[in-house]
C-alpha cells in the first residue's frame, strides 16, 4: 500500500519540479521529503524522477504512474465529500430501547423535538424494561459489565419511596423503612430479577429491608401508575416520577434515608466511530438529562 501523504507529495514535485518547494508547500523538511520520495520508488521498484541540478523531471513510469495517482485522489476527495455531505444532512433510522417508564414519560417527548430539528431522520422506538436484543442501541439503568458494549453515562437517578396523597390518607405513611413492611408495597421484577428488599443508607449504615409485595410487575410504567392511583407504595427511579411530586400526584416519602443512586446510560455496539446520528442524539440526551436535573432536583 502506499501512503496517501506519499502520492500528494509526488504529485507537487511533479508541478514545480522542485523536491525542495515541493517539501515547503507541505510543511516537510527535505529531508523527510527525500525520505517519501525513496519509500515510494521503492515499494513501486521504479524511478519516478530523474534528479538533476536544477529540476526533477517525471521518467516514462513516473509520467503514467503520477496520471494515475491524480485520478485515484479526485476519486478519494469526491468520496470524501460526498461521505461528509451525507453527514451533514442525518438520515436512515435511528433505533433506540430504553425502559417503558422513562420512554412514555420523559424521553419520547425529547426524542419528537429531536426528528423536528433531522427531518431525514426516522425512528424506531422500543420500550421494554427488558435487555432487549431487538436494538443495537439501549437506554439502560445499571452498571453494565457487559464487555461487548460501549456505553456513554447519561445521568444518575436515586430510587425513592412514592405513593400518592389518596394512599397516605386512607393508611398513613412510614416513618422509618422498617414500617414499610406494616404497608401496601409495589414491586417491580424483571424476569428472575424479582426484587426482595429495598435498600436504603444513613449515617453511613446500610439498611435492607425485605417486602411482601401486594402487587408485582415487569413494567415500570404501570408499577408508577399504580402508585399513583393509590394502591400502595412503590420504589422508584427519581427520573420516572419527579414531574409527578412536583405536581402533587405521588409524594417522597422517607428523605432521611438515602437510597441508590443508579447510574443511567446509552450502551450499544463497540465501534471505534459511532455513527454521526449516534453521536448527536448521545449528545442531545446528555444536555437535556442536564437540563432535566437542574428542573427537578432530587428532595
Given amino acids: 500500500m502506499y501512503h496517501l501523504n506519499d502520492l500528494k507529495l509526488a504529485i507537487r514535485i511533479t508541478d514545480l519540479q522542485n523536491i525542495s518547494a515541493a517539501s515547503r508547500e507541505l510543511n516537510l523538511t527535505p529531508a523527510v521529503a527525500s525520505a517519501a520520495l525513496k519509500r515510494l520508488e521503492q515499494r513501486l521498484n521504479c524511478q519516478l524522477f530523474v534528479r538533476s541540478t ?87 439503568y445499571g452498571h453494565l459489565a457487559d464487555s461487548a458494549l460501549k456505553r456513554r453515562y447519561l445521568t444518575s437517578s436515586p430510587r425513592y419511596v412514592v405513593t400518592s396523597p389518596d394512599y397516605i390518607n386512607a393508611f398513613g405513611q412510614p416513618n422509618s423503612p422498617a414500617e414499610l413492611q406494616q404497608h401496601k408495597l409495589l414491586n417491580w421484577n424483571l424476569g428472575n430479577k424479582n426484587h426482595q428488599q429495598w435498600t436504603f443508607n444513613k449515617d453511613n449504615q446500610r439498611i435492607q429491608v425485605p417486602i411482601s409485595p401486594i402487587k408485582t410487575t ?52 463497540q465501534t471505534d466511530y459511532p455513527r454521526k446520528q449516534l453521536r448527536m442524539v448521545i449528545d442531545f440526551l446528555q444536555h437535556k438529562f442536564s437540563e432535566f436535573s437542574k428542573r427537578y432536583p432530587p428532595p
Avoid at 433505533?95 to 426516522?122: H, K
Wanted: glycine share 6%; proline share 2%; net charge negative.
Fill in 54 to 140: 536544477r529540476n526533477m523531471q517525471l521518467t516514462e513510469e513516473g509520467q503514467l504512474f503520477i496520471e494515475s495517482s491524480r485520478e485515484a485522489i479526485k476519486i478519494l476527495e469526491l468520496a470524501s465529500n460526498t461521505l461528509n455531505n451525507n453527514n451533514d444532512q442525518l438520515s436512515g433510522d435511528l433505533g433506540l430501547s430504553m425502559p417503558s417508564d422513562l420512554g412514555r414519560n420523559i424521553v419520547g417527548a425529547w426524542l419528537d423535538e429531536f426528528l423536528t430539528a433531522t427531518p431525514c431522520l426516522t425512528l424506531t422506538l422500543h420500550l421494554s424494561d427488558h435487555m432487549s436484543d431487538l436494538m443495537d442501541q439501549k437506554i439502560r
Fill in 218 to 269: 415487569n413494567d415500570g410504567a404501570l408499577l408508577r401508575e399504580w402508585a399513583i392511583a393509590g394502591h400502595g407504595i412503590a420504589y422508584k427511579s427519581w427520573i420516572d416520577i419527579a414531574k409527578d411530586a412536583e405536581q402533587g400526584r405521588l409524594k417522597v416519602l422517607l428523605t432521611d434515608y438515602l437510597t441508590e443512586d443508579i447510574p443511567l446510560q446509552l450502551v450499544y455496539l
